[in-house]
């Protein structure tokens, strides 16, 4: 069985909050290094912007394929007359 919560908790939690003030005691980076480090944190290497060019030619090249490809079950009408 889960534990509910009353939302009397919920502002009994809220008001805590408010007293402790936690966005005051919060340090960060102080000096141009680490704020230069910290930064980069959301960085995720680039690898989407390098493989966008690859991609793009790949589908082009995909459904380029697959507009001239022949289709299973026709036949074209060299094929037909060719019989």
């Keep these: 069985m ?3 919560r009353m939302a009397e908790h919920g502002r009994l939690r ?4 408010r007293r402790w003030k936690p966005w005051e005691q919060s340090a960060g980076p102080r ?3 680490v704020k230069a480090t910290s930064s980069r944190n959301g960085y ?3 690898e989407r912007q390098r493989l966008r060019a ?3 030619l790949l589908r082009r090249t995909v459904s380029v394929r697959l507009l001239h490809a022949p289709r299973p079950g026709r036949t074209s009408a060299r094929t037909a007359a060719g019989r």
């Design 2 to 4: 889960s534990y509910y």
């Design 44 to 46: 995720k290497g680039g």
């Design 14 to 17: 809220a008001e805590l909050i």
């Design 31 to 33: 000096t141009e290094e």
């Design 54 to 56: 690859p991609a793009k």
